[in-house]
């Protein structure tokens, strides 16, 4: 067996086809579980959370596969599904920390600190800090840019907001970032 990918082309003509639904359905997911499954934990930060949203985008992507029109690309059209689940998990467990704080629990600022970092860097923890500090909007702009290096044009089509306003949402949160680090340095932190 060969182990090259298969074509998005190839993937949907199978997913389109009733006998051969499921194995396209399964070759979709191995050719793209671990890329959305990084989309995913750079949001969540949690394992755990990143697995729930993924198996949930694609449970989303089976039942919604016939919708898919072509217009995008096969992966910004998975990587909208997974960012938009993160993102509504996001919300959710926002209600659910704000129930939490006025029932007296430590908010999620208190776990970071006390939580070892992923790989032992301060460096990497240090910045998971800053940017779980930014606003949900520039967070996610910023990681997208930052980590994964998205191209703007690409990021406004996934986000459906306008280059210029992304553009302006990396800067200020490129701005805060550096604020963290250097109150860090100044050991006002």
Do not use: C
């Amino acid at each position: 067996m060969s182990h090259t990918q298969p074509s998005d082309e190839y993937i949907l003509q199978l997913l389109r086809a009733q006998h051969s639904a499921e194995l396209g359905f399964r070759l979709l997911m191995q050719k793209y579980q671990q890329p959305l499954y990084r989309v995913a934990r750079r949001i969540l930060r949690e394992h755990e959370d990143a697995n729930d949203v993924l198996q949930n985008s694609f449970i989303k992507v089976w039942r919604s596969i016939h919708t898919f029109a072509g217009k995008a690309q096969l992966y910004t059209w998975l990587y909208r599904i997974v960012t938009n689940e993160a993102l509504t998990f996001l919300q959710q467990q926002k209600r659910k920390a704000t129930q939490s704080i006025e029932a007296g629990e430590v908010p999620l600022i208190g776990q970071i600190r006390a939580d070892e970092p992923i790989d032992g860097a301060a460096l990497q923890a240090r910045l998971q800090m800053a940017t779980s500090q930014l606003p949900e909007k520039q967070r996610l702009v910023f990681e997208m840019r930052y980590f994964e290096e998205m191209p703007y044009e690409e990021m406004a089509q996934l986000l459906d907001t306008s280059v210029g306003a992304l553009k302006a949402s990396y800067h200020h949160a490129v701005k805060k970032v550096e604020h963290y680090f250097n109150a860090i340095e100044m050991g006002e932190l």
